[in-house]
């Protein structure tokens, strides 16, 4: 029986070439940009799922600021005075741009990787957190003394091509940072490379123990940009309540180490949200987006919904041509039950074609958008996940699509037939009528993409064009290491760049005024009347150049004087609503505590509100101070650029030159900051691309549908056209 059907299925197909192959494109297409979102939000919904208990993972951050970052000495008070956790795993980040060296005894140069971005502090604790199969050493002996590293087997293989696994034991990296600082650190482990999608992306692991002995940085209180903690619940432990010890013990200890203490809030971050999260950052890997997710699988619906649509629209037009093949059948004996089978078979065998043809396409639109498609992601159809996927897209598809037609099919009675009274009744005219909105709903669909195509173009146009409150164009920044202590070496490029032609201008500060990086937060304290107001503000180091390089609006007062210590505070005018008062001019001269210094600091300045991160981000309070301890960024006004389009290539080819007179081992990172700012509205342009390319696709299947229709039409009507 079910031979019999596929082989009148299979004939029926080629009966009805045109239509057959119109269903068969619309359904390929639907299945086929079905089958990539599905790869797209699989793989991103597949990160850090790996890890044993990690829904009992969470990441410690900074609430009020939203900083990945604590301080240095929280991880110790945790690991004391917190109950209800089974591990406590610190870790910090290496300088981004380390080099490092292997000493080659066949040659005497050594052997030189530069811009290694994988490299952390960790202890034994890291590895309890994150699951590594060990291939040499193991965790407790491994990352216990100074100067030991642990390396993965990419890492291991890349350093000591030559060498087996065992070899490498005892071999020696050189490790040099930013500002040349070098450490020596002996491999004592080498671990398998995580095979499972994860942000986690770390490559050498350097012992904690190593960076307390280079006593590189102080317990100042301040959170230090590059340091990260980890924890892991015990089974039954509530996290509300370990979060609320974690808040308490903050309090307490950042007395003994702050000015004052902080009165910052801190919060656990489940591990769940690291690769999803818009306010905390993911150790510099690339996010997903929920609500691109969302979208992307809301289209895949839709344009398998309007191939689906295609199928049901030509194949109750064709009823007609069908009807006497069904009186027939139902008159010697056909059941109704049996010709619902034929015709589920032959959509069945329609969209099984449509499937091995979309296995063809998908790879060809990975490839035609790979600027929108996870680097890691690729197509492989013996995934068990694609296979299974298909398997129900079919299965579904097949049902959605031949069931109604099948059931209208299946209804004619042989009488009406053998009497050509098919087209005639109100069945006829409720299906012409279901079948004229189906074609309408196909373009309907297809508008709204374009409408929203639309809006969300003139949103990505209005971020960019935006009126920040400062000057983004001809405007460069780049940072200088936060180890290297020597203000001489930036003051002497500071005139360096100064003198250069191709320049307006320089500021040595904090990074520019709108950017995710470098943020620092501060607590500050100021009576009001009889109200005693406490708050966390935003701070952001700035020199007396940073305010008139940025053309950012001074409301009253005066601009930050050069000094070496924090004698004055620039604030903007949220801070200044914030402090109660009702003018910007009414907080010139007054006096604020602050955990900066123990003596009160006088506002001299009050500033116009700025966009401090991108136009999705509400402006916060913000203190802009001259302290060279954190003024480490190069802010650089370039002049216009000439007709020939070498002035900002010479200003940068200058700026590197100086800079290697005084870092020789150092390679520039040169960000010009409209195209920093562009960055933030890279989840709107990908889904701007997103609904052009599901535009063009929608408008295609419904265009197919509609020539379809046009052609039966055209069939049924030459007679007439004959005549």
Not at 480 to 488: C, G, L
Not at 648 to 659: G, H, L, T, V, Y
Request: proline residues 3%; positive net charge; hydrophobic residues 40%.
């Amino acid at each position: 029986m079910v031979k019999n059907y596929i082989k009148t299925a299979w004939r029926n197909l080629r009966h009805n070439k045109a239509f057959s192959a119109i269903n068969i494109l619309g359904l390929a297409i639907g299945i086929s940009a079905s089958l990539v979102i599905f790869l797209i939000v699989s793989y991103d919904f597949s990160f850090d799922k790996f890890e044993k208990g990690g829904d009992r993972i969470y990441r410690v951050v900074n609430g009020d600021f939203h900083y990945a970052r604590v301080p240095f000495w929280l991880e110790d008070a945790v690991r004391n005075q917190v109950t209800g956790l089974d591990v406590v795993a610190p870790f910090i980040l290496w300088d981004e741009e380390s080099k490092v060296s292997i000493d080659n005894q066949e040659n005497e140069k050594p052997t030189v990787f530069k811009n290694q971005t994988d490299i952390i502090f960790a202890n034994e604790a890291y590895f309890k957190l994150i699951n590594y199969k060990w291939l040499a050493g193991s965790p407790k002996s491994s990352l216990s003394e100074p100067y030991q590293t642990v390396l993965t087997e990419k890492n291991a293989r890349k350093f000591f091509p030559h060498l087996s696994l065992n070899d490498i034991i005892g071999k020696e990296i050189i490790l040099k940072d930013y500002a040349d600082n070098t450490v020596r650190a002996t491999v004592s482990g080498i671990v398998e490379n995580l095979k499972a999608n994860t942000d986690f992306n770390f490559q050498t692991f350097v012992s904690m123990a190593t960076e307390k002995s280079l006593n590189s940085r102080k317990s100042d209180g301040r959170p230090m940009p590059p340091s990260q903690l980890f924890i892991k619940l015990s089974k039954n432990a509530d996290p509300g309540q370990v979060k609320n010890q974690i808040a308490q013990v903050y309090k307490l200890y950042s007395k003994l180490n702050q000015n004052g203490g902080s009165k910052s809030e801190v919060h656990l971050q489940p591990l769940s949200d690291l690769h999803f999260s818009t306010i905390y950052d993911n150790f510099g890997q690339r996010k997903a987006y929920m609500p691109t997710l969302y979208g992307l699988m809301a289209v895949a619906g839709i344009l398998l919904l309007l191939a689906c649509i295609n199928f049901i629209n030509l194949t109750t037009a064709q009823s007609s041509q069908r009807a006497k093949e069904i009186g027939i059948r139902k008159t010697l004996g056909g059941s109704r039950k049996q010709l619902i089978f034929q015709f589920l078979s032959e959509t069945f065998i329609l969209t099984l074609i449509a499937t091995f043809i979309s296995i063809i396409i998908a790879p060809l639109l990975i490839k035609a958008f790979s600027n929108f498609i996870p680097e890691g992601l690729y197509f492989n159809i013996r995934q068990p996940g694609v296979i299974l996927f298909l398997l129900i897209t079919t299965v579904l598809v097949s049902l959605f699509s031949g069931i109604y037609p099948a059931l209208i099919l299946s209804s004619y009675k042989p009488v009406t037939v053998l009497k050509n009274q098919v087209g005639a009744g109100t069945g006829n005219t409720r299906r012409l009528f279901f079948r004229k909105t189906l074609t309408v709903s196909q373009f309907v669909f297809a508008q709204v993409f374009i409408i929203a195509t639309l809006i969300v173009g003139k949103q990505i146009h209005y971020e960019l064009t935006k009126d920040m409150g400062f000057k983004k164009e001809a405007i460069i920044y780049f940072g200088t290491n936060y180890r290297d202590t020597s203000t001489a070496k930036r003051k002497f490029l500071f005139q360096e760049f100064k003198a250069i032609s191709e320049i307006t201008d320089v500021s040595l500060a904090g990074f520019p005024p709108s950017t995710t990086e470098g943020g620092l937060g501060l607590n500050i304290d100021y009576k009001h009347g009889a109200t005693e107001i406490h708050a966390n503000v935003r701070i952001k180091p700035a020199d007396t150049n940073y305010i008139n390089l940025y053309h950012i609006k001074l409301l009253a007062g005066t601009n930050l004087p050069y000094s070496d210590t924090i004698n004055n505070l620039v604030i903007n005018e949220k801070c200044s609503q914030m402090l109660g008062f009702k003018t910007p001019q009414d907080a010139i001269g007054k006096y604020v505590g602050t955990n900066l210094t123990r003596e009160k600091i006088p506002i001299a300045g009050v500033v116009a509100n700025f966009i401090q991160n991108s136009l999705h981000d509400e402006i916060m309070p913000l203190v802009l101070v001259s302290d060279k301890s954190m003024e480490l960024t190069f802010n650089v006004a370039l002049q216009p650029e000439n007709a020939e389009g070498t002035a900002w290539k010479n200003a940068i080819a200058k700026i590197e030159k100086s800079s290697k007179e005084i870092y020789s081992n150092t390679d520039l990172e040169i960000h010009f900051l409209d195209e920093s700012i562009a960055k933030y509205y890279a989840a709107e342009q990908n889904l701007s691309r997103l609904l052009t390319w599901a535009t063009g696709l929608a408008i295609f299947i419904s265009c197919l549908g509609l020539l379809g229709l046009v052609m039966y039409t055209t069939n049924q009507r030459t007679k007439e056209i004959g005549i």
